[in-house]
Nanobody
């Protein structure tokens, strides 16, 4: 079973950038498809980006061209580089790992985009 811990959230001005990290322990992320989700009090949790075990990526339309998901299997960490941030990107961001054995979540990290 994998444990996931997110970091890198914070307050940023519109147009700014942040890089989120998801550090895994207890298991190698090599055996998981990894993803980032986000949630606000007004919306259900939504998929932001995902990366397969082989490195293929997929993004929500709202973040295409601005966000990049990547994985470092040696460091056992997944990243989300977020550029050109908008107020609508404000949310709690969650790291997710999934395989045939189950689905696992981190505790979330707050991202606030505001002037």
């Amino acid at each position: 079973q994998v444990q996931l811990v997110e970091s890198g959230g914070g307050l940023v001005q519109p147009g700014g950038s942040l890089r989120l990290s998801c550090a895994a322990s207890g298991s190698s992320i090599r055996v998981y498809a990894m993803a980032w989700y986000r949630q606000t009090p007004e919306k259900q949790r939504e998929l932001v980006a995902r990366i397969t075990r082989s490195g293929s990526t997929d993004y929500a339309d709202s973040v295409k061209g601005r966000f990049t998901i990547s994985r470092d299997n040696v460091k056992n960490t997944v990243y989300l580089q977020m550029n050109s941030l908008k107020p609508d990107d404000t949310a709690v961001y969650y790291c997710n790992g999934a395989n045939y054995g189950g689905t696992y979540w981190g505790q979330g990290t707050q991202v606030t985009v505001s002037a």
